[in-house]
């Protein structure tokens, strides 16, 4: 089946400091690409839609300026938290659909920021 | 707006005894219909999903799920629990468009006690 990957798996930076989070499909060409961010105990929320060759689109109080996604090739789509705080630390997870039925997660990618 | 709801935050239930967890989606038509699992430290694995057609629905790990239209409803069901289902169970919906991003619900975790 189609394999979604995130890299890194983990990451711990100092507030401030830019983060970069790769999404990448494996095995299928994924035009969109969809991050989400969940906070302990709480559920999946959607962040921002990445379009291959073009501007994202984000979700209603999602700052695209502190949450920079580009998705330069039909198999990579990244995010960059910029000047990351504490308040940004999450599980951040990136998914592509495949067709019209199939949805495929990356395993997600854990940010603490000190 | 499109919401799904997931009633219970926190279950229960001592092994080898019948599992529901209840999904209710707020929507003018059906959607598609998904239940994920969620297990420490991995990332989102598809259980089973509704598009059409049968209304009770078979997935993986012997779980299943029945879309009840009437009640707006699709809740996942397993006849005998294991212990190695001790995870957070989300329920999913899609709008009927291709590429669109999913709305979870806030999620159920699951304890299984012995």
């Known amino acids: 089946g189609a394999v979604v990957s995130q890299h890194p798996s983990w990451v711990i930076c100092k507030s401030g400091t830019s983060v970069k989070i790769e999404c990448r499909s494996l095995?299928?060409?994924?035009?969109?690409m969809f991050w989400y961010r969940q906070f302990p105990k709480q559920s999946l929320m959607l962040m921002a839609t990445?379009?291959?060759?073009?501007?994202?689109?984000?979700e209603q109080g999602v700052e695209k300026d502190k949450f920079l996604i580009n998705h330069a090739s039909l198999t990579l789509s990244t995010l960059t938290v910029t000047s990351a705080h504490p308040e940004d630390s999450s599980f951040y997870i990136c998914?592509?659909?495949?067709?019209?039925?199939?949805?495929?997660f990356g395993p997600g990618t854990r940010l603490t920021v000190l | 707006a499109q919401s799904v709801t997931q009633p219970d935050i926190h279950i229960t239930v001592s092994e080898g005894a019948s599992l529901e967890l209840r999904c209710n989606y707020s929507?003018?038509?059906?959607?598609?219909l998904f239940w994920y699992v969620q297990s420490p430290g991995q990332g989102l694995q598809l259980l089973l999903k509704?598009?059409?057609?049968?209304?009770l629905v078979q997935g993986i790990k012997g779980f299943e799920a029945e879309f009840k239209r009437s009640q707006s409803s699709f809740n996942l069901r397993k006849p005998s629990v294991h212990w190695s289902d001790a995870a957070e169970y989300f329920c999913?919906?899609?709008?009927?468009?291709?590429?669109?991003?999913?709305?979870f619900g806030k999620g159920t975790t699951l304890s299984v006690s012995s």
């Open positions: 998914s592509a659909p495949v067709g019209t039925q199939r949805q495929f």
């Open positions: 095995d299928f060409q994924a035009t969109t």
């Open positions: 990445s379009n291959e060759g073009s501007k994202a689109t984000y």
């Open positions: 929507y003018g038509a059906t959607p598609y």
């Open positions: 509704y598009f059409s057609g049968d209304t």
């Open positions: 999913a919906v899609r709008l009927d468009q291709a590429g669109t991003a999913l709305i």
